[in-house]
C-alpha cells in the first residue's frame, strides 16, 4: 500500500512568484493537513482539510489557500512567494482523529 | 498559550549508549502526545501515541512515558544506533484546537 505521496520533491522559485504544492493521502484516508517546516523548527500547523471541507487554519496570511478534490487529494497554493516561505512544506493524512501519517514533504527554496 | 517544549535542543552520544528526552507540555484540554522521528528533510514518521489514561508505551528499543499531572513525557532510547540520529519531535493533540501542536524537536547524534 502506498503511503502518503507529495510532489514535486524540491523546487526553487523567486520572490513574488506562485507556487503549488500536491498531496496524494493514503487510500481510504478522507483528511489531509498540511504544515511547514522552517529549518530547525517544529512543522506549524497551516490548513486541515476533510471530506473536501477546511477543517481547520493555522495563523498564516490569506497568500496561502488549499483545496481537497473529491479523490481527496489535496494542493497547498502560495501567492506573491516571500524569502521566508522557504521551508518544508508536509503533508499528513488520517481517517478523521486518528493518527496522522505524513509524506516526504515538499522542500520549496525562494530566493 | 498552549505550548509544547523539549529538552534538550540537541544531544550527541555514543553508539550504544541509552538517553532520555523531555517534552513538557501545557496543552489543555488534552487528547493524546506522540512522539516522532524525523530524519533531515523528511517527514516525521510515528513511533508512540498515548492517551491520557496511559503511563508508558514501548515501540522495540524507544519507551514513552506520560505523567498527566505535571504535563511531562519523555522518551528513552536503549542501546542506541547509528541510524537514531534524528530529530524527536513530541506533538501534543488537543480535542479543542483540532490539530497537533508541535514541539521544536531533540536533534539527536549518534557517534560510533
Known amino acids: 500500500d502506498a503511503g502518503v505521496t507529495q510532489s514535486p520533491t524540491h523546487l526553487i522559485k523567486t520572490r513574488g512568484q506562485h507556487v503549488t504544492l500536491r498531496c496524494s493521502p493514503i487510500s481510504g484516508h478522507k483528511s489531509v493537513s498540511w504544515y511547514q517546516q522552517v529549518l530547525g523548527q517544529g512543522p506549524q500547523f497551516i490548513f486541515q482539510y476533510y471530506e473536501k471541507e477546511e477543517r481547520g487554519r493555522g495563523n498564516f496570511p490569506d497568500r496561502f489557500s488549499a483545496r481537497q478534490f473529491p479523490n481527496y487529494s489535496s494542493e497547498l497554493n502560495v501567492n506573491a512567494l516571500l524569502l521566508g516561505d522557504s521551508a518544508l512544506y508536509l503533508c499528513?493524512?488520517?481517517?478523521?482523529?486518528?493518527?496522522?501519517?505524513f509524506g516526504p514533504g515538499t522542500r520549496l527554496t525562494v530566493t | 498559550k498552549n505550548q509544547v517544549e523539549q529538552s534538550p535542543q540537541s544531544l550527541i552520544i555514543l553508539e550504544g549508549k541509552n538517553c532520555t528526552l523531555q517534552c513538557n507540555y501545557t496543552v489543555s484540554p488534552f487528547s493524546n502526545l506522540r512522539w516522532y522521528k524525523q530524519d533531515t528533510g523528511r517527514g516525521p514518521v510515528s513511533l508512540t501515541i498515548?492517551?491520557?489514561?496511559?503511563n508508558t508505551k514501548s515501540n522495540g528499543r524507544y519507551t514513552a512515558t506520560l505523567d498527566a499531572d505535571t504535563k511531562q513525557s519523555s522518551l528513552h532510547i536503549t542501546a542506541s544506533q547509528l541510524s537514531d540520529s534524528a530529530s524527536y519531535i513530541c506533538?501534543?493533540?488537543?480535542?479543542?484546537?483540532?490539530?497537533?501542536?508541535f514541539g521544536k524537536g531533540t536533534k539527536l547524534s549518534v557517534k560510533p
Open positions: 498515548m492517551t491520557f489514561s496511559e
Open positions: 506533538v501534543v493533540s488537543s480535542p479543542r484546537q483540532g490539530n497537533l501542536i
Open positions: 499528513a493524512s488520517s481517517s478523521g482523529l486518528a493518527e496522522q501519517y
